[in-house]
């Protein structure tokens, strides 16, 4: 039998989120407040590509895409990829096609995690499996000697298992679903603007409608009395 996630026992947002975060009691505070109607929240799609899955041992991010977007509406998009500093493997590279050539003038992640961490700062961060992408951005952090501004996690891939209930939850087949297919997806431009869009589709399932950002996160507990 698979091993269960921590997330999938959760029965509290707080539980729910320190699986997601992957280390329990890294933030004292975030922001934004779980107050505040999710129509104020500031979002941050997020997604990342990698050399391999394992950031502890060795993996590093070689692209990263955030688009983040304001309550009124304006919205600042960071797409670059990033030189690693060690090789790529080559089932990485089929997965993502990037190699040698693209990252030949790329900077570092270090280069950029000013601009990074101004980019999550106060917002919601979303992705489809988010808790991988930041991870790896955490990790990144703190190799070059920052750490991640506290933030709230907002998971499509847990949002599609509860109100979905496919059979498979990736974002291709969760996509393909609610019509928002045809993407390149595994490049994460492509990742980010297909999780806005399913997210958009999402919301419209949720019952009763999430009218702050505690009802929107709470959203995801699997095991919540009454799902």
């Not at 939850?169 to 390149?184: C, D, M, Q, W, Y």
């Amino acid at each position: 039998m698979p091993q269960r996630r921590r997330w999938e026992s959760a029965r509290t947002l707080e539980e729910l989120q320190d699986a997601l975060l992957e280390e329990p009691g890294l933030f004292t505070e975030r922001t934004p407040s779980l107050s505040a109607p999710w129509s104020e929240v500031t979002l941050a799609f997020v997604d990342v590509e990698t050399t391999g899955l394992r950031p502890e041992e060795g993996d590093r991010i070689v692209e990263i895409a955030i688009e983040r977007v304001e309550p009124d509406g304006g919205t600042r998009r960071f797409v670059e990829i990033v030189d690693p500093l060690r090789s790529i493997p080559e089932e990485a590279r089929r997965i993502h096609a990037i190699g040698p050539a693209q990252i030949r003038r790329a900077r570092p992640f270090a280069a950029a995690a000013d601009e990074i961490a101004r980019l999550l700062r106060g917002s919601v961060w979303i992705g489809h499996n988010v808790a991988f992408d930041i991870r790896f951005i955490r990790i990144e952090m703190r190799r070059c000697g920052r750490e991640l501004p506290g933030g709230w996690i907002l998971d499509t891939y847990l949002l599609a298992r509860r109100w979905c209930r496919l059979p498979h939850s990736s974002l291709a087949a969760v996509a393909e679903h609610l019509g928002h297919g045809g993407r390149n997806l595994h490049q994460a431009l492509d990742d980010i603007l297909t999780t806005r869009a399913v997210l958009a589709s999402l919301i419209r399932m949720i019952t009763p409608a999430p009218r702050t950002l505690h009802d929107m996160l709470s959203a995801m507990i699997p095991n919540k009395e009454g799902s």
